[in-house]
Each structure stands twice: as C-alpha cells, then as structure tokens.
C-alpha cells in the first residue's frame, strides 16, 4: 500500500525548514509522495501575503523535486474555512482511499488539535505525524487519547519561521538561505512582506 504525506499550512512563506522536514518525514515513513497544501481559508491564521503569491512560492520551491507536488485543493473546494478533516476527505476520494495518508504537523499545532473540527474522525482516517519544533513540547493527553494513530517524528529541529523571515524582509535584511533562492527572488521581484 503506498503512503502518501499531507504537509498543509499557510506557507507564508515556504522556507528551508519546511523543505528539511519534509524530506526527514518522506525518509522516516517510507513515503512515496508528499503533497503540500496551501490553505486558503485556513480557521486559525489569517495569511500576510494571498494564497496566489503562498502557491507560487511553494511551487517554485518544490521545482525539480518529484517527490513534492504542491496542490491547490482547498481553493477547488470553496469552503468558507478550509477544515482540514473536510480537505482530507475531499483528498481521498480524488487520490484514492486504498492509501495510507500521513497528514504533517508541526508540534504546536498538534497540541491545538482538539480545537480543530472533527479531529477525531480525522485521526481515524489519516495518521497524524507530529514535527517536532524547538522549544515545544507535545501534549501527551492527546497522544493517549488517539493512540497508535500518532506518530511523533524524530525530524531535525530547525529553528527557521515564516514570521522571523517576514520581519527580516521588512527590515531589509537578507534572507539568503533560509529560504530557497527562488522564492527569494520571488519575494523581491513582488515586493512582498516589505508593509
């Protein structure tokens, strides 16, 4: 049975710790494939920059990369908020349910999992793969609440974040490295995150 990674977020912007999890996550689970998905009208988070430009740049910074697909899903689906339980689902039925789907997590959004709708119908569908994140530690109520359907990764941790490199930009400095070099120039040539 193959199994496939589920990376959803804001991406805003995609970054070099995104890029190294992911590859840790698709090594660690023996995944085939992982699809990021760009929220669009995520429940939680307001975006700084539109879905188009957060599409672009997780696009440009997958390019050449066969193991990544970037997916535009949420927008398809024009939901007034991009519940992840009803994305999944929507994702199963066009991927095909005969799979074993691995929806990625960072650590503090999975320590907010039971404010998300319909969590636990969500687990019972899809593994949840917990990233660890510095200075974060996971909520081990949940863990005993869902079982064998967590799995925590033992990734690298890696202390890059949209918001560090958003003020970074705003301030005019570099942010070489921390983010692929096209989505860099992506960022300049837009302009964005400079307001």
Known sequence: MKKIGVFGGRFDPIHTGHLI???????ILGLSKIYFLISYNAPHKESVVGFEDRLEMARLATEG???FEVLDIERKLSLEKSYTYLVMKRLREELGAHREYYLLVGADQFNQLRTWYEYRKLAESTYIAVLRRPHQDVDESIL???GDRVVILRSRLI??????????????KPIRYLVPPSVATYI???GLYRD
Do not use: F, M, Q, Y
Not at 21 to 27: G, H, I, R
Not at 159 to 172: A, F, M, Q
């Open 21 to 27: 999890v992911a590859l840790d996550a698709l090594e």
């Open 65 to 67: 990369s066969p193991e």
């Open 144 to 146: 005993e609440e869902l």
């Open 159 to 172: 202390e890059i974040s949209g918001t560090e490199i958003r003020s970074r930009v705003k301030n005019g």
């Open 188 to 190: 300049e040539k837009k």
